[in-house]
């Protein structure tokens, strides 16, 4: 059937279809039958905050408000990342953490506000609301997670129920998507991605340079390639937060090959694909690999481009 159609014509067919299977579940139908939950009370330091993003693996976690019994937004490893551009041209290491260290997170919206240029996660969504509805709320607002916020059936507050993700959706069309013949067409043919204007370092560009990147143009990995412009590895925001977990974030002009080193040892590796690879492929290799995005390249490993979860659901989604 996919033979039938043109690459423009595809894309629709797809969201079409893709649109009609997200419209048929819900949000709480991507609850797992058991989970952990980390929800930070408002009253915590921003400090105390980050602390337990890194203690428990995650990039993000509600803020709750326990005064009110409401939800405020969530906490992100990208709030964490604006916050330390911000401090670190403002003060020294130390000095940064212990302003930091004052801040309660009830207080963070307003902080973030008049330091960045986009409002912090406050996305919420009611459980019972379907997955397409979740998904064209991230889609549009351009951000990776939300909450799933019920209300409590005696008091009516906010009751947070979980954390729904841009790649657990991904993964449930992965999944279910019954007509995947009309996902084996090249990625080249259908243009997802982002093939222009990439932000790329060195292995010896400064790690604080790549967070500026990373701050200014809402992104959350940079390539890192060598004197012939071939893919040699990529940074991403989870190896700020590996420093954060050895308290290096006071080294921060170190060169990207120093901070590359204090990687863990079930690092992953770069994951790449060519633009011959078809759209099923792409998602699948995403959704095995947990990744959030895959560097395009050509056969010579050259930089081509970067494919993410955003780009393919902006592309597949009506």
Known sequence: MANELSPKSILPTVGQKVTQLLQQHSAYDMLPVSFRLVVLDSTLQLTSGLALLLQNGIDCAPIWDSDNNAYLGMLTVTDILTLIQHYYAEYSYSEAMAELGKV?????????????ARDPNILSLHPLRSLYEAAQILVEEDYHSLALVDADSFSNQDCVVSVLSLYRILRFIAVNFQEKQLLRVPLGKLGIGTYQGIATATMMTRVIEIIHVFVERSISVVPILDDQGKVVNVFEDSDIMNLAREDALGELDMPVYEALRRRPDDFGGVHTCRLTDTLLSVMDSLRKT???RLIVVDEAEHLVGIVSLSDILKAIIV
């Open 104 to 116: 309660q997170l009830y207080a963070f919206r307003t902080l973030h506000r008049k330091i960045a």
């Open 290 to 292: 947990h990744m959030h």
